[in-house]
């Protein structure tokens, strides 16, 4: 079995650069209407391999990924393991975005441009890939002594940390390699032709503090995980609740609740009739330079009932501090319910991202004229 295979029927939207590539190697595309009524090009696909997917967001032809289902909660663990890894995916275009920045705007580059006026290398330098890809094989043992010395500084890191298990360590040490890979090819060319200049060790050890921060951050993606599920768990029931009370007004709800196998006919039942809700993960297009603000949201798209007790719900939530109780204590506290542990998960998420320098938010809004409502989740870095 393929663990890498998400079984989940996705529509894959593509950003400009993703368009322009299936334009030029003559690939289909299709023509989607979106949840919020706007209009994009993209593919339809079964299922999918999620490292296929990662690498198609880091290097930027992804603007979107949606899914329309009646229930998500069977698919619990491919929405985990999809969240998990299209947030992965974010970080990793965001680091090699601001690594290449780092290189381009330092004092290495500026030195070199200030005494070789006839060939400057900024972001404007185009050299070919295929190219780079030989120059980076002839300067092979410098790429891997770099990279060592990056993974290096990670590890220092991860073991002043001693509540860390080794298995741990070993997962960190391999989410590492995929950082330090996904650097564009241009980048490995500038740090193995500059090896022996003035400030070449100041520029590596600039890089090893930003990818120790970026480690920090890989924890954010389960959180936001399970933060969604727990939204996605709320809107499905809302929706059987309404269409039990539609369909079945002799039916009561909590009895429904009781009975698994009445629930899964239930929830068949809206599926064959197209009585489905989105789940939507949206990524940044803009491509600025280097201080500008790259964002990642995933929303849960829905009909307009109780959208506003919803939305009150969470705004005060967001504003409320949760310092004196661990997620642990909190579950215990309220006996496992969904909604409330949901709630919790949104104010505890807003701390841990701001410990680790992302912009959390999170919003309820409906969508003018549509009858929908949509939830969303942003990681603005």
């Not at 974010?90 to 006026?117: A, C, G, Q, Y």
Request: overall charge neutral; proline content about 2%; aromatic content about 10%.
């Amino acid at each position: 079995m393929d663990t890498n295979l998400i079984e989940l029927p996705v529509k894959l939207l593509f950003s400009d650069q993703g368009v322009d590539f299936f334009i030029k190697n003559k690939k289909p595309m299709n023509k989607f209407k979106m949840p919020d009524n706007s209009t994009q090009y993209g593919i339809a696909l079964n299922q999918y391999n999620h490292k296929t997917v990662k690498h198609m967001i880091a290097i930027g032809y992804l603007s979107r990924i949606e899914i329309s289902r009646s229930e998500f909660t069977s698919k619990r663990q491919d929405i985990l393991s999809m969240t998990k890894s299209n947030v992965f995916g974010f970080l990793v275009k965001r680091f090699d975005e601001m690594v290449f920045d780092i290189v381009m705007d330092s004092e290495l580059i500026k030195n070199w441009n200030r005494s070789n006026h006839g060939s400057i290398l900024d972001r404007k330098t185009n050299i070919n890939e295929t190219v780079l890809r030989q120059l980076l094989e002839k300067n092979k043992d410098v790429v891997k002594s770099v990279k060592e010395t990056l993974t290096l500084a990670v590890h220092k890191d991860l073991y002043k940390n001693d509540t860390l298990t080794e298995d741990e360590i070993t997962s960190q040490s391999l989410l590492c390699s995929e950082y330090l890979t996904s650097l564009r090819s241009f980048t490995w060319f500038i740090l193995s032709k500059f090896k022996d200049a003035p400030t070449y060790e100041i520029l590596i050890l600039e890089i090893s503090q930003l990818l120790i921060e970026f480690m920090s951050r890989n924890k954010i993606s389960e959180y936001i995980s399970l933060m969604l599920m727990e939204l996605l768990n709320s809107a499905e029931n809302r929706n059987l609740k309404e269409y039990i009370k539609m369909m079945y007004p002799t039916l009561a709800y909590n009895d429904i609740l009781e009975e698994p196998e009445a629930r899964v006919g239930l929830l068949k039942e809206m599926q064959d009739k197209g009585n489905h809700f989105s789940l939507s993960y949206k990524f940044d297009k803009s491509e600025t330079k280097i201080s500008a603000k790259k964002r990642f949201e995933v929303a849960v798209f829905n009909k307009e009932s109780e959208v506003m007790m919803l939305k009150e719900k969470v705004d005060q939530q967001m504003a409320s501090k949760v310092r004196k109780q661990s997620l642990t204590d909190f579950y215990r506290r309220s006996g496992g319910d969904g909604s409330d542990l949901g709630m919790f998960y949104l104010s505890y998420l807003g701390e841990e991202c701001s410990k680790v320098g992302i912009k959390f938010e999170s919003q309820v809004k409906e969508i003018p004229g549509s009858g929908q409502s949509y939830t969303s989740l942003s990681l603005t870095l």
